[in-house]
């Protein structure tokens, strides 16, 4: 579903000096459908950064991202529009993902608002199934993002993604922030939306334990160099 | 938000006083005893008395109705040219804090240099160059103070746009309009009404210095700045005719910016 | 080594337009001298509020009801400037979030310097070389050029390792830490258990964490809170065996044991019931009519009517 090749990513620092940080060298990998990969690396080693590269928020300096079959750097801005709808990212902060100016509702209106999406009496009945199947109620609706709980922010991250249909889901350190209970809760319900919609993650975290319980495959980010750590069957649900 | 007037409740009278103030500048035509231009060189130099409840001035005008319409004109003024200056330097601001590199480079030269000019010295060049009016009272103002609005504009934005709700957005679809119109300019709200506020404080001393210095309103029109300026002569005699006007124009520009500080508290708040 | 710290029949409410939020419901406990405690709970718990509140350093919108005993002295009694004298000196707080308590615009060696000049009253030289061996103390490389930098050119385990030197700077009697691993990787969690470890053998400590192996790792009595009261108390092997089915579900979720979730909990919960009856395989009727009290089973205390038999009711 997702190929990766030959990626190159360098920051470039100072105006007057120009310094050179290395950051992707030549990152190589595939992501088959229906399965759960991991990515793993020390802070600050580029694991985010190639997250942003795969979901064309940010452009690799070479290499390209493939797809379903696209090159997503070749895709016309509509085109760009339509993939978006494909693949999602869910950040590491729950409380700064939503825009705390708008309420609940607003916020989970707005993937389908901004890619046009549905009537208005759809969108509003999608919000309430969608807000259901991640075993939230409906009267955080009129709230705002900062009166909800950490976990119940991701949830609703969760929550609008899903309102897209989305076949692809990158998670950059979705629990990190959260207690461990509140991790074992969101991870069981990505587990189980994975079965149920044939979703594809890409999971990128530090903690080991929750990488190998999560995924099938492995691949550890050091200097740059992308090295697979080890490769399992296609999980069952635990 | 009573808290909020307890524990303020100094700039909360100061705001107090200011509204009443330019409730009574807005329905000077009612409260005002006197045309405050009509001339009667009989009466002139009068102290305060039941007719004249501040004195007169020198042409006999009475000092009270003047101090009264004097207000219209700075505070409709100050208002334009705040929001003048306030919509330039949040546009570049936005303009140079999204898109960095060279934009921003530039924009944010162009405002250093702006913000190193010395303010009532180049207000006055102006005001030579454009001649005495209204025109080149708001040039003034403007380039005083569109630059330090970028700034402060410019680095919110710089902090926003590293925010997952931005990123979210883009990884949305959203187009930059969108991301500009719904998630940077609500989230600038706070910030841009405290600005406003201080910035009205400001505008409001510039302008009465200016008049001061005889380069903004021309008499016969009431103006605070121009009354105090004129009054220099003969303020002995009737001290109202300084402590007038300036006394307003302490009211009004402390009462905005305790205004913009208790906003700039309740907003916190709400964080 | 400083006295204990007695808890007695604490409530603590915020009070907000919609609703007020009972976030300390009832509690009294006892943190012994010459323990290091630990309290464990989720977010919302209320452990955090329990911790701060010793320091009387709550919003203005809190309520607090009961009584905290320190030194033969009701803390909550006390006004601003015993409390200042205490804060520190006496009762010291390694917060959350290192980032933020560290003063951006001064130099890391001012900054520690500052709390030996302030609570030990000692000169700026003393003060200086007094910093430089605590900073030593946490395992900080290269203690000069940390001394002079910034807060903002320290990594995020250092800036945790610089706070935790604010917190026992002034050798006071108790250290509270309030969530000293939240957000960190495990290297950096090794690395902060072994600083925590290295405290808690020179002062008393309270430990305000949701991560069970810090807790149990460091810790000779653990509270576990749930919804603003204590359902499990009991020593550092509380987690290997769990009485309370809430407990259970904690160390089932994690991902050594499997990451087994408890259910989402519900939004409203009253106190006429248990906190967890919704989703406990082990209710029985009265668990959705009462709540339960504390019962005393097997060294341990235990809010749960399953131990009404065999446990002691308090």
Same mark, same amino acid.
């Given at each position: 579903? !997702? ?53 064309? !928020? ?16 070749? !895709? ?30 607003? %916020? ?56 897209? %249909? ?20 969101? !991870? ?51 | ?59 006999? @005008? ?7 319409? +004097?207000? =219209? ?26 898109? +960095? ?52 504009? =410019? ?17 949305? +679809?959203?187009?930059?309009? @969108? ?19 201080? @910035? ?45 006007? +300036? ?25 | 080594?400083?006295?204990?710290? /007695? ?33 464990? $709970? ?11 509140? /010793? ?16 030194? $033969?002295?009701?803390?909550? #009694? ?7 004298? /205490? ?75 610089? *706070?935790?030197?604010? $917190? ?18 495990? *290297? #950096? ?17 309270? /430990? ?9 790792? #460091? ?96």
């Amino acid at each position: 579903m !997702l190929k990766v090749e030959n990626v190159y990513k360098t920051y470039n620092s100072g105006i007057v000096k120009r310094r050179q940080l290395p950051v992707l060298n030549d990152i190589s990998f595939e992501i088959p459908s229906g399965i759960s990969v991991g990515l793993m690396g020390d802070s600050g080693c580029g694991k985010s950064t190639l997250a942003r590269i795969l979901i064309g !928020l940010l452009n690799a300096d070479s290499g390209r991202v493939i797809f379903d079959g696209r090159d997503i750097s070749e !895709l016309s801005g509509i085109e760009k529009k339509k993939f978006r709808r494909k693949m999602q990212i869910v950040f590491q902060n729950p409380e700064s993902s939503l825009n705390p100016r708008m309420t609940i509702l607003q %916020n989970m209106l707005e993937p389908m608002i901004i890619q046009k999406l549905y009537s208005t009496t759809e969108q509003k009945s999608i919000v309430l199934e969608k807000i259901k199947t991640v075993g939230l109620s409906d009267n955080l609706l009129l709230r705002y993002p900062r009166e909800i709980s950490g976990g119940e922010a991701q949830r609703i991250v969760l929550a609008r993604i899903l309102t897209l %249909n989305p076949s692809f889901i990158i998670l950059d350190e979705p629990t990190s922030m959260l207690d461990m209970s509140v991790q074992a809760q969101i !991870l069981d319900l990505l587990k189980r939306l994975q079965a149920e919609l044939n979703l594809t993650y890409l999971l990128i975290s530090h903690d080991k334990r929750v990488v190998e319980w999560f995924t099938e495959q492995t691949y550890l980010l050091k200097n740059g160099t992308l090295h697979k750590e080890r490769s399992e069957k296609h999980k069952g649900l635990s | 938000m009573m808290k909020l007037i307890t524990n303020n409740l100094f700039q909360t009278f100061f705001v107090i006083i200011m509204a009443v103030l330019i409730l009574i500048t807005v329905f000077a035509p009612m409260i005002a005893p006197y045309d405050p231009t009509s001339v009667d060189i009989t009466a002139s130099l009068q102290d305060s008395s039941n007719e004249h409840i501040f004195g007169t001035d020198k042409l006999g @005008r009475d000092i009270f109705s003047r101090v009264i319409y +004097g207000g =219209r004109s700075s505070i409709v003024l100050a208002i334009i040219a705040t929001m003048l200056s306030m919509l330039i330097g949040m546009t570049l601001g936005i303009i140079g804090g999204l898109n +960095g590199g060279r934009i921003d480079l530039l924009i944010t030269g162009i405002a250093n240099i702006f913000m190193g000019l010395p303010g009532v010295t180049f207000m006055i060049a102006i005001a030579a160059l454009m001649g005495t009016g209204v025109n080149s009272l708001i040039t003034a103002l403007v380039i005083n103070s569109w630059a330090g609005v970028s700034r402060i504009i =410019r680095s919110k934005v710089l902090v926003l746009k590293k925010e997952n709700f931005i990123e979210s957005a883009q990884a949305l +679809g959203a187009s930059q309009g @969108r991301i500009i119109i719904k998630y940077f300019l609500p989230n600038l709200m706070a910030d841009t009404i405290v600005l406003f506020a201080g @910035r009205i404080s400001t505008a409001i001393l510039s302008l009465a210095s200016l008049s001061y210095l005889g380069l903004g309103i021309q008499p016969p029109t009431p103006d605070w700045g121009v009354m105090i300026s004129e009054s220099r002569s003969f303020f002995r005699t009737v001290p109202l005719a300084i402590m007038g006007p +300036g006394l307003c124009i302490v009211i009004l520009s402390f009462g905005t910016n305790s205004l913009g500080d208790l906003l700039r508290q309740y907003f916190e708040s709400k964080q | 080594m400083g006295s204990d710290i /007695i808890i007695k029949n604490l409530n603590i409410k915020f009070l907000r337009k919609d609703g007020d939020i009972h976030a300390v419901k009832d509690v009294s406990v006892e943190f012994k001298a010459g323990q290091v405690t630990g309290i464990v $709970g989720e977010s919302g718990s209320g452990k955090s509020v329990l911790g701060m509140s /010793i320091l009387q350093l709550l919003p203005e919108n809190a309520e607090v009801s009961g009584k905290i005993t320190y030194s $033969g002295m009701n803390i909550l #009694l006390k006004n601003e400037k015993q409390m200042r004298e /205490i804060r520190g000196n006496k009762i010291a707080l390694i917060p959350q979030s290192p980032s933020e308590s560290l003063n951006p615009s001064m130099k890391i060696g001012n900054q520690v310097s500052e709390i030996f000049r302030h609570h030990k009253r000692q000169s700026r030289h003393e003060a200086l070389k007094s910093s430089e061996c605590i900073l030593e103390e946490f395992h900080l490389l290269d203690v000069p050029r940390c001394m002079s930098s910034y807060g903002f050119q320290l990594s995020g385990g250092m800036k945790q390792r610089v *706070v935790s030197s604010f $917190g026992i700077a002034a050798n006071p009697h108790w250290v509270i830490a309030d969530e000293p691993t939240k957000g960190m990787d495990r *290297v #950096l969690e090794t690395q902060i258990t072994e600083v925590l470890g290295e405290i808690s053998k020179r002062t008393n400590m309270l /430990i305000i964490t949701h991560n069970l192996m810090l807790a149990q790792e #460091l810790c000779d009595r653990i509270i576990v809170m749930h919804n603003g009261c204590i359902i499990e108390k009991g020593d550092s092997n509380i987690f290997k065996n769990p009485l309370h089915p809430y407990t259970e579900g904690l160390v089932k979720s994690m991902p050594e044991n499997g990451m087994v979730p408890m259910p989402f909990a519900q939004q409203k919960q009253n106190n006429n019931s248990c906190g967890i009856c919704s989703w406990c395989h082990d209710k029985s009727d009265i668990c959705t009519m009462e709540k339960p009290p504390l019962f005393k089973v097997a060294g341990r205390l235990v809010r749960c009517f399953q131990y009404a038999q065999s446990g002691k009711r308090l």
